[in-house]
């Protein structure tokens, strides 16, 4: 599997900036789908009814190969906003996100290179304080195996963060264990160099 672990906010944040009377109020999320992102717009909308835009961005999956990203400049001249959110997003390495930046406008224009400053760093301000979390991808086998071999099961699975369930007892032991799935070859190298050959990676 080409799944890689990556972090993922913890939380939701929200954070302020104030640049020349205008005022950037900037949230950061997990988002696992678009669904979900659209869902978080719909909520600022409702919080702040009277604000001039609502831009974010989002990037769905792991930050190195994204699965889905999306940006949104909500009236803000193209590329002065949903852009430079993603950016921060993507330098920042984080999955599952998504940044909304909803602006109050103070009666002074910024120009385009104050706006992408602006949102730019409003997003900096809210994801160098968002609390993360590793995103751990887990892989499940059902195994087989002698009563004797049960207990060195359990051992391994205590060794790697991982959790097993005895499904019956019949004339041998099944078992199901998870695990991270950066451990899938030790354990099945473990399996084989004990005698364990009756295992099947389901998940």
Sequence with gaps: MSNKNYVVPAETLEKTLLVKKSRFIACATIV???DDAKDFLQIKKIE???????????????????????????GEPSGTAGKPILNVIQHKKIGDVMVLVTRYFGGIKLGAGGLTRAY?????????????IQQIFMSEYLLSCDFSQEQMMHHWVGQHEATLEVLQYSNQV??????????????????????????????
């Excluded at 997003?123 to 968002?130: F, I, K, P, R």
């Design 32 to 34: 696992s789908s678009r």
């Design 48 to 74: 702040y009814p009277d604000a001039r835009h609502h831009c974010w961005a989002y990037l769905i999956g792991n930050p190195s190969s994204a699965s889905n990203a999306a940006m949104n400049d909500d």
């Design 120 to 132: 730019s760093g409003a997003t900096e301000l809210v994801l160098s304080e968002l609390k993360l």
């Design 174 to 203: 099944e078992l199901k264990i998870k695990l991270p799935q950066v451990n899938n070859k030790l354990f099945e190298q473990f399996c084989l160099a004990n005698g364990v050959f009756d295992y099947k990676l389901i998940d």
